[in-house]
């Protein structure tokens, strides 16, 4: 019984030296293990939203989903170091729709620029390419992004002038009854624009030069007024741009003009005289001051009393008296000449197109 008792008495002293021992080996672990377990700080960064958040984990997408920045598709992070405290910046995804000369295309940015990121995408920008919004502009959530191609080409090309018709009034013809006495015809018209492209289609025409090459012809066109009427022999009817001789021959003009005239005629018997081009001296060939009538332009000429229907006339001569806005007209006698006196007058410069006479419907 001695033995036994002696020997349990070993047994707790022994029992009592090693936990002596082994406690100071489970504080010092217990103190590890709370150091191990201590929480870390974190500065966390979201556009403008910036906080600090301590968590015992150590993944930084576990850190941003407990702090409540929850990662979407395509949102990206970054991490790094500084004086000892993690920091964690979000890059949100943004979904960019670009129009790319017509062709659309959709994108992700993390806050570039526009030009940084149609470079990235290897998208033209430059030169004949205008973008909209400009290229300095961040990107944003939803943002719309335009490219267009602008080009502009300077181009040279004929058009149709439509002719214009004309009315007058003939009372040789039954009333309601029509007759054409010019037929229309349409001119042409040289012209040079500049012309803007946007991707390929025109957006804009501006012209920068015209040219008449043909003019166009009115179409005169003479109403009846009267059932069975005869129209006198010698009237002569002038309407807009057009003039009917008494003998139905139609003239067109294209302006007219009020001069002086005075009137002279080859003062010597029996001589014809020569005008300053060289021509026989007549009735019709006028005398003119160049500079203002080029020889050779063709007129009709009527005084603004109405007592004269000079007529036909065309620019062939010239004299020291004659100077401006003063024709000569030429008579064959002295005493024409005396009776015509000075006076003024219409002209009606003849144009191209000048003599054509009437044509049936």
């Not at 000369?101 to 149609?118: D, R």
């Not at 080009?151 to 029509?178: F, K, M, N």
Request: hydrophobic share 35%; glycine share 8%; aromatic share 8%.
């Amino acid at each position: 019984m001695q033995i036994v008792s002696w020997f349990k008495g070993c047994v707790k002293s022994r029992i009592f030296r090693v936990l002596a021992l082994l406690l100071p080996v489970v504080l010092v672990a217990l103190s590890m293990s709370r150091n191990v377990r201590a929480k870390n700080t974190y500065v966390i960064t979201d556009g403008d939203q910036v906080i600090t958040y301590s968590s015992y984990a150590t993944d930084p997408e576990d850190v941003l989903n407990e702090a409540g920045f929850a990662l979407k598709d395509l949102d990206l992070y970054t991490t790094s170091q500084t004086d000892g405290i993690s920091e964690i910046t979000v890059q949100r995804s943004q979904q960019i729709t670009i129009d790319n000369c017509g062709k659309p295309i959709v994108a992700t940015s993390y806050g570039e620029t526009v030009e940084q990121l149609l470079q990235r995408l290897e998208i033209s920008c430059d030169g004949a390419y205008e973008v909209s919004p400009s290229k300095d502009t961040a990107t944003y959530d939803g943002m719309e992004v335009t490219v267009r191609w602008i080009v502009t080409d300077r181009q040279s090309y004929t058009e149709e002038i439509p002719y214009t018709v004309s009315y007058c009034e003939d009372p040789a013809l039954q009333e309601g009854e029509e007759k054409i006495l010019v037929q229309g015809e349409n001119g042409q018209m040289r012209s040079t624009a500049d012309v803007v492209y946007h991707n390929g289609c025109e957006v804009s025409r501006t012209v920068v030069d015209q040219t008449v090459s043909v003019e166009p012809v009115t179409q005169v066109v003479a109403v009846g007024t009267g059932v069975g009427s005869q129209k006198p022999a010698d009237e002569l009817m002038i309407g807009d741009g057009y003039i009917v001789l008494p003998t139905g021959e139609v003239l067109t003009y294209t302006h007219t003009d009020e001069y002086k005239a005075t009137a002279y005629t080859s003062w010597i018997a029996d001589v014809t005289g020569t005008t300053a081009t060289g021509t026989l001296a007549r009735v019709g060939a006028i005398a003119v001051d160049p500079k203002l009538i080029p020889y050779g332009t063709r007129m009709f000429i009527v005084t603004n009393d109405g007592e004269y229907i000079y007529g036909i006339a065309t620019a062939e001569d010239c004299g020291g008296g004659v100077k401006g806005k003063h024709v000569d007209l030429f008579f064959d006698t002295e005493a024409e000449c005396w009776e015509f006196g000075v006076r003024k007058i219409t002209i009606y410069f003849l144009g191209d197109a000048d003599r054509r006479g009437p044509q049936n419907k």
